[in-house]
């Protein structure tokens, strides 16, 4: 599927749409980031959706900004017509939810057209089995 | 025949030009409610903003309090999103 480009600060961006599944579940977006390790959202958001954390995933997690910790989970997802089941880490204050490659670049071949401001998401019916899987 | 072929050409182009002119036209509208929502959103720093019909409908403080006021004005699945964190116009180097 091939997504437009959103704004952000008046600058174009591959934000996503993201509905995460839980029993409340939520509607936010999140840039496809493929410099990410892992996604990693808002750590209100966690709250909101009421998912336990899993003790096992957590990683330290080095920006820009600096170094933080963050604490994984396992949660269930819809982007597009596609139900996924995400690795996502939380931390505070993020500037924006990413989806990062692992595991979210499993399920998509995903190319970036920066000349017509375009995400195009190819959903892959066969995947690798998520790094951080493989550790827990 | 030729004249017949013709006509075949003409109907599928008059089938198919409005619903790409239409498509283009959409896109091009919702583009712009995309960017009038944007400088919206910049207004508030630090919160969390929920939108529903293409438009603010609540700002609060947690992700809760935006998702509780957009359902009591009767919005049951608000787009939740976070303003930025600062004022400044930055760049994203993530």
């Known amino acids: ?136 | 025949m030729p004249a017949k072929s013709k006509s075949k050409s003409r109907h599928k182009s008059l089938k198919e030009k409005p619903a790409t002119h239409y498509t283009a036209k959409r896109a091009r509208d919702q583009m712009a409610v995309e960017f009038e929502l944007d400088s919206q959103i910049q207004q508030h720093v630090g919160k969390w903003i929920a939108l529903a019909d293409n438009q603010i409908v609540a700002v609060g403080e947690t992700v809760e309090d935006v998702v509780n006021a957009a359902k009591q004005l009767g919005y049951d699945a608000p787009l939740v999103v976070h303003g930025p964190l600062t004022r400044e116009n930055v760049a994203y180097v993530l």
């Not at chain 1, 936010?28 to 750590?43: E, M, Q």
């Not at chain 1, 979210?104 to 920066?114: A, I, L, Q």
């Not at chain 1, 019916?125 to 827990?136: A, D, N, V, Y």
């Open chain 1, 1 to 136: 599927m091939r997504l437009p480009y959103l704004p952000v600060g008046g600058a174009l961006k591959p934000l996503v749409q993201v509905t995460l599944i839980s029993q409340r579940p939520l509607i936010t977006r999140a840039l496809v980031d493929s410099g990410a390790d892992f996604s990693i959202f808002d750590l209100s958001i966690l709250a909101y959706l009421g998912t336990p954390l899993d003790p096992g995933l957590q990683r330290r997690v080095t920006g820009i900004g600096g170094t933080i910790t963050a604490h994984g989970t396992w949660i269930d997802a819809i982007i597009g017509r596609h139900r996924l089941h995400l690795l996502m880490f939380f931390a505070p204050n993020l500037p924006m939810n990413l989806l990062g490659r692992d595991n979210f670049f499993h399920y998509f071949r995903v190319s970036f057209d920066e000349v017509r401001h375009e995400v195009d998401l190819r959903y892959r019916r066969q995947r690798p089995t998520s790094t951080s899987s493989r550790h827990t």
